[in-house]
């Protein structure tokens, strides 16, 4: 073979390998976007959303949960579906969603007891608040209501402690499930009161409701939306407001405090996603959150209900988590609430 053959050769075989070469660069390149588009959730969310509400339907929980449901399908595009997973004051359902696959299609409607108050209540928890379920969007917060039922006869607190005072241990109350603001409401109240009330936990608002409107129980303190249609109707007795200024939708009614200083226990409903969700969709989700709590119908809507949308941050929303946290330990440990 001549020098000159040889040569030619050689050059067509660097030629070939600098186009080999060049050409696996240029597949890795135009790679790079689709992984970019993939890790910034460009393509999310491509099927249904799952909002997870740890407490039977009727209440509070599910009732904020389904406004934010309807208002996110159209703007995510896909359907946002409710799921409602009851039991152990929530707990039941945040340990569905802090051992959900973190891939931005489960979440949870977190509150007072699934965040701050349970951990403190049971000897073993399924999961860790701070560790597993992440912020992602703080929904709304609501004032409790003390409420009796007509039949009871009652009209006042006054005249509500001084029958509990005449019947020590007879009365009951009922609470959404163990562990929930609503129990360590009325624990705080029996303790400022000075009263022993027994307690009669349910599986969410909804079937507690109705047993308090049969006089099956004689008192609960639950959130104002789920309690307001039947103030409203007459079946229910509102005694006081558990926040420290009166509710615009029952400016007649007195807080707590007024008759016990000091007193106030507030509700709160917040979005949390599994820990190892990706953060841009933590944010995007964040952001669709904010500007629907901004519109002037939501508000509105939310405000027909008794509560406030609120907004803001992932990062304020773990802010305010913390401080809540560090309040209800208080409560619970004043209070001696337990649950085995």
Do not use: C
């Not at 802090?98 to 349970?118: E, H, S, V, W």
């Not at 403190?120 to 709304?140: G, H, K, N, Q």
């Amino acid at each position: 073979m001549s020098p000159a053959l040889t040569q030619t050769r050689s050059g067509a075989r660097r030629a070939l390998l600098t186009l080999l070469s060049a050409g696996v660069s240029l597949g890795l390149l135009s790679a790079q976007p689709a992984a970019a588009q993939v890790a910034a959730g460009s393509d999310w969310p491509s099927r249904p959303v799952r909002i997870v509400v740890p407490f039977a339907p009727g209440g509070t929980t599910d009732i904020v949960a389904r406004v934010m449901a309807e208002q996110l399908a159209p703007v995510l595009r896909q359907p946002v579906v409710i799921d409602n997973k009851a039991g152990a004051g929530g707990n039941v359902g945040a340990t569905e969603v802090a051992r959900a696959a973190p891939d931005g299609y489960t979440f949870l409607m977190g509150t007072p007891g699934t965040q701050a108050i349970n951990q403190f209540l049971y000897p073993r928890m399924p999961y860790d608040t701070e560790r597993d379920l992440i912020p992602v969007s703080f929904v709304a917060r609501v004032p409790n209501v003390m409420v009796v039922p007509a039949s009871l006869g009652v009209r006042t607190m006054a005249e509500l402690i001084a029958l509990a005072r005449s019947k020590p241990g007879r009365l009951t109350y009922g609470s959404p499930g163990n562990g929930s603001t609503g129990q360590l409401s009325t624990e705080l109240f029996k303790t400022r009161a000075g009263v022993f009330i027994t307690h009669i936990p349910y599986r969410g608002s909804g079937p507690m409701l109705q047993d308090l409107m049969a006089g099956q129980i004689d008192l609960a303190i639950d959130n104002l939306p789920s309690a307001l249609p039947h103030i409203r109707s007459g079946r229910l007795v509102a005694l006081g407001v558990s926040s420290l200024k009166p509710a615009a939708q029952l400016p007649e009614i007195p807080t707590i405090a007024s008759l016990l200083p000091g007193y106030s226990a507030e509700s709160w409903f917040v979005l949390v996603a599994p820990r190892g969700t990706p953060a841009t969709l933590i944010e995007r989700l964040s952001v669709e959150a904010d500007r629907i709590l901004r519109r002037p119908e939501v508000i509105e809507r939310f405000r027909g209900l008794g509560a406030e949308p609120v907004g803001g941050t992932p990062q304020s929303l773990a802010q305010f988590i913390a401080q809540e946290t560090t309040k209800w330990k208080e409560v619970v440990r004043v209070s001696g609430a337990k649950i085995d």
